[in-house]
C-alpha cells in the first residue's frame, strides 16, 4: 500500500513520452467506459423507459424525444440525466481530491473523510441552508470555506517541531473530524424537527435532492480540480521522496501545497454542497487506479477521477433502483461496496 | 435429522402459538379495561395500549406528561389541560400549552425532568421509540401509555383512552361524536365524486412522501382523494423523482405553515413542469392539521376536502 516514488527522479524525456502515451491510453479508455456508463445507466431507473426510443433521444441529445412521451423525456432529461452527471462530478471530485491529499501528505489513508475536509465542507453547507436557505449559490461556496478552515485546522494541528510527519497529521484529521462532527449534531438538534430530515441528507450523501443550479457548478470545478492536481503530479511525485528532498530537487514544496490543499477543498466543497458525504470514494478510488496503472501521478490523478466518476454513477443507480420506487443514500451503497473493496486491497497489497 | 426436524417443528409450534396469543391480545385491546379496588390506595384500571401493553394507571390520573404534540392536543381538547404537568417543546398548541413545563422533545425527552415532575402517566407515541426510556420509568413506577393511532378511528381511539386514563370520559366522548360528525359530514360530500389523484410531498429535498403506513393517508381517503404512494411500504418513505413524476398525480399537496414555518412550501424540482403544478392544483395544508393524528386532523381533512373537491362544498 505504500506509494513510492522510484523512477520519476530521473526521468529522462523518452520515459516523459512513454509516460504522456500510457496516460493518454488509459484516460482514454476510462474516458469510453464513463460515457458508456452514463449512456447505459440512464436506461436504469425506478420507471420503466422504452430503451430503443430513450438511445435514439440521447443520441440527437435531447433535440428530438424520439417517440417518449412529455413525462418519459422529462424523466430521462430532467430527473435522470442531470442526478448522472452530478454523480459523475461528485465522484470525480472526491477521487481526485483524495488522489491528491494522499500524494501530498505522502500518506494512504489521507482522505476527506479522515482528515475532517468533509465535514468541515458540511458545517459550511449546513450554515448555507440555515442562514441563506434560498440562495443556492452560498451552499458551495460556504462548503468551500469549510473545508478548506478545516484542512487548514489540520495541518496547523499537525505542525510541530519536526514539521507535519503523516503520522501526526491523521491523527489531527481525527480530531478535526470528530470535533466537527459534534457541531453537526449540535446544529441538527437545535434545528427545528422539521429540517433534520434535510439535514440528515447532507451527513449520508445522497444525490436525489440537489437542485440542477448546482450542476454546471459541480462539473467545472471537478474538471478545473482535475487539471490542476493533474498540473502538478510531477511536483507531488517528487514530493513522495519526501519534503525536504523534493525541495532539493526544485519543487517548490509551500506552492505546491497551497495548490493542492485549496484545490481539494474546492473540490470536497463542491460535492459535498450538491450531495452531503458520500463516503470511501476518495479513499478506495485513488488505491484502485494506482494498483491498476501504477503510483505515477501523472497517471494516476486524471485515472482516479474518471474511475471515481464512474464508481459513483455505478453505486447511484443501485441506490436509486434497489428499493424502486422508494430510494438509499447513495453513501450506504459507496460504502457497503467501498469498505470490503478496501478491505480486499490492504490484503492483496 | 430427526431432531433438526423436531427443533424445526417445534419452532414452528412456538411461533404459531406466539402468533395467537398476539393476535388474541390484539383482538382483546382497547376495550377490555377492568378495575380493581385495593383497600387503601387508589383505584387503579387497567388498559392496553397500542403497543399491546397491559398498562395499570390510576384513575383518575392527575399528573399526566406528554410526549408528542397530538397528545397534548387530546389532553387539552377533552378538558384535561389542568392534569398536564409536562410536555415536549414541540408541543406548541394551544397556546396554553406552552405555559406546561418542557421535558425535551419527542425524540430526547429528558428522564431526569420527567421523574422530577413525578407524573403517574406518561403518554408517548410510537414514533419516539422509546424502549429503553419506557423501561426506566416503569422501574420509578411511573406507567408509560404508548400511543400509535395509524388512522382516524385510531385517533378516536386514542381520545377515548386518554379519557379514560384522566377520567374525563364524557368529554371525550363528546369530542369524539362532533369529530365523527364532521368527517362523517366530509365523507358524504365527496361521496360518488372521483377520487382526486394526489401526489404528498412530505419534504422536497430530497423527496419524502406519506406511504402505506402513514396516518395522511387514510385522511387523504376520506378527503376523496387517491394517494399515488397509498401502496409503498413504510410510513415516510425516500421517494424516487422519476416514480413521482410518472404517477401523473392531478393534485399536490405540501404540508407547511403551522409549526413548519415557510418550510416545504414549493413543489419539489422534479414535479414543477407535471401537469398538477402547470393546472395550478397545489394545495398548502396546515402541516399541523395533517401529520399530527390528533383532534385538528379533521381541520386537516376538512381543508382537502374542499381544496380537492371545491364543488362539493358549495352552499
Excluded at chain 1, 491510453?25 to 460515457?35: E, P
Excluded at chain 1, 436506461?43 to 440521447?58: F, K, M, N, T
Excluded at chain 1, 470528530?178 to 449520508?204: G, K, N, P, Q
Excluded at chain 2, 406552552?98 to 425524540?107: I, M, S
Amino acid at each position: 500500500m505504500s506509494i513510492t516514488a522510484s523512477g520519476f527522479v530521473n526521468s529522462t524525456s523518452r520515459q516523459n513520452r512513454v509516460t504522456l502515451r500510457k496516460t493518454l491510453i488509459s484516460c482514454l479508455a476510462l474516458f469510453a467506459a464513463l460515457l458508456l456508463s452514463i449512456v447505459l445507466m440512464s436506461l436504469i431507473g425506478s420507471e420503466a423507459l422504452p430503451v430503443r426510443d430513450s438511445l435514439c433521444a440521447l443520441a440527437t441529445f435531447g433535440a428530438s424525444s424520439c417517440g417518449l412521451s412529455q413525462d418519459q423525456f422529462d424523466i430521462l432529461f430532467q430527473i435522470r440525466l442531470p442526478r448522472i452527471l452530478l454523480a459523475a462530478a461528485v465522484g470525480g471530485s472526491l477521487a481526485t481530491a483524495g488522489a491528491g491529499y494522499q500524494a501530498l501528505l505522502r500518506n494512504p489513508l489521507a482522505e476527506p473523510y479522515l482528515l475532517g475536509i468533509s465535514n468541515g465542507a458540511a458545517v459550511g453547507t449546513m450554515i448555507a441552508l440555515v442562514f441563506f436557505g434560498t440562495n443556492e449559490w452560498t451552499r458551495p461556496l460556504l462548503a468551500f470555506t469549510g473545508a478548506l478552515v478545516a484542512t487548514l485546522a489540520v495541518y496547523r494541528l499537525a505542525r510541530g517541531r519536526a514539521g507535519a510527519t503523516p503520522e501526526r497529521l491523521i491523527l489531527a484529521g481525527v480530531i478535526v473530524t470528530t470535533f466537527l462532527s459534534s457541531v453537526i449534531v449540535f446544529v441538527t438538534t437545535l434545528m427545528d424537527a422539521t429540517r433534520i430530515r434535510s439535514f440528515t441528507f447532507w451527513l449520508l450523501g445522497d444525490l436525489s435532492g440537489s437542485s440542477k443550479a448546482l450542476l454546471p457548478v459541480a462539473i467545472t470545478i471537478a474538471v478545473a480540480g482535475t487539471l490542476a492536481l493533474t498540473l502538478n503530479a510531477r511536483s507531488l511525485n517528487l514530493l513522495m521522496l519526501g519534503e525536504r528532498d523534493a525541495f532539493d530537487l526544485g519543487v517548490e514544496v509551500g506552492r505546491v501545497r497551497v495548490v493542492v490543499f485549496v484545490v481539494a477543498s474546492l473540490l470536497v466543497g463542491s460535492s459535498v454542497a450538491a450531495s452531503g458525504s458520500v463516503g470511501y470514494v476518495g479513499l478506495v478510488v485513488p488505491h484502485l487506479a494506482r494498483l491498476s496503472l501504477g503510483s505515477d501521478n501523472r497517471i494516476s490523478i486524471p485515472a482516479a477521477a474518471l474511475l471515481g466518476a464512474l464508481f459513483v454513477i455505478v453505486a447511484d443507480t443501485i441506490a436509486r433502483t434497489i428499493i424502486a420506487p422508494r430510494e438509499l443514500p447513495v453513501g450506504a451503497i459507496t460504502a457497503l461496496i467501498g469498505a470490503p473493496l478496501f478491505i480486499y486491497l490492504l490484503k492483496r497489497a | 435429522m430427526l431432531s433438526r426436524n423436531f427443533r424445526a417443528s417445534a419452532i414452528h409450534a412456538v411461533s404459531i402459538l406466539a402468533c395467537a396469543l398476539l393476535l388474541a391480545g390484539l383482538l382483546a385491546c382497547t376495550h377490555s379495561t377492568s378495575s380493581q379496588q385495593s383497600p387503601e390506595g387508589p383505584v387503579r384500571r387497567e388498559l392496553t395500549d397500542d403497543a399491546g401493553r397491559r398498562v395499570s394507571v390510576p384513575v383518575p390520573t392527575n399528573r399526566v406528561i406528554s410526549l408528542a404534540p397530538n397528545l397534548t392536543e387530546i389532553v387539552f381538547a377533552i378538558g384535561a389541560g389542568d392534569r398536564l404537568v409536562g410536555r415536549t417543546t414541540y408541543c406548541d398548541f394551544p397556546a396554553e400549552a406552552k405555559a406546561v413545563a418542557a421535558v425535551g422533545d419527542t425524540l430526547q425527552p429528558s428522564l431526569e425532568r420527567i421523574i422530577s415532575l413525578q407524573p403517574q402517566v406518561v403518554l408517548i407515541s410510537t414514533s419516539s421509540q422509546l424502549e429503553v426510556f419506557t423501561k426506566q420509568l416503569q422501574n420509578q413506577n411511573i406507567a408509560v401509555f404508548v400511543t400509535d393511532p395509524r388512522d382516524l378511528d385510531g385517533v378516536f381511539r386514542s381520545i377515548e383512552q386518554i379519557g379514560l386514563i384522566v377520567g374525563h370520559t364524557q368529554q371525550a366522548e363528546q369530542l369524539i361524536q362532533n369529530l365523527r360528525d364532521r368527517t362523517r359530514a366530509v365523507e358524504e360530500a365527496v361521496k360518488g365524486r372521483p377520487p382526486v389523484r394526489v401526489f404528498y410531498q412530505l419534504s422536497a429535498e430530497p423527496l419524502y412522501t406519506a406511504g402505506h403506513d402513514a396516518f395522511v393517508t387514510d385522511l387523504m381517503r376520506r378527503a376523496g382523494a387517491m394517494s399515488v404512494t397509498a401502496d409503498v411500504p413504510g410510513a415516510w418513505p425516500k421517494y424516487s423523482n422519476e416514480s413521482a413524476l410518472a404517477a401523473q398525480p392531478e393534485a399536490i399537496i405540501l404540508p407547511t405553515g403551522g409549526s413548519m414555518g415557510a418550510a416545504n412550501s414549493t413543489v419539489t424540482e422534479a414535479l414543477a413542469k407535471s401537469s398538477a403544478a402547470l393546472q395550478g392544483r397545489v394545495y398548502k395544508i396546515s402541516d399541523d392539521h395533517l401529520t399530527r393524528p390528533g383532534p385538528r386532523s379533521v381541520d386537516g381533512l376538512e381543508a382537502m376536502a374542499r381544496a380537492l373537491h371545491p364543488e362539493a362544498f358549495k352552499q
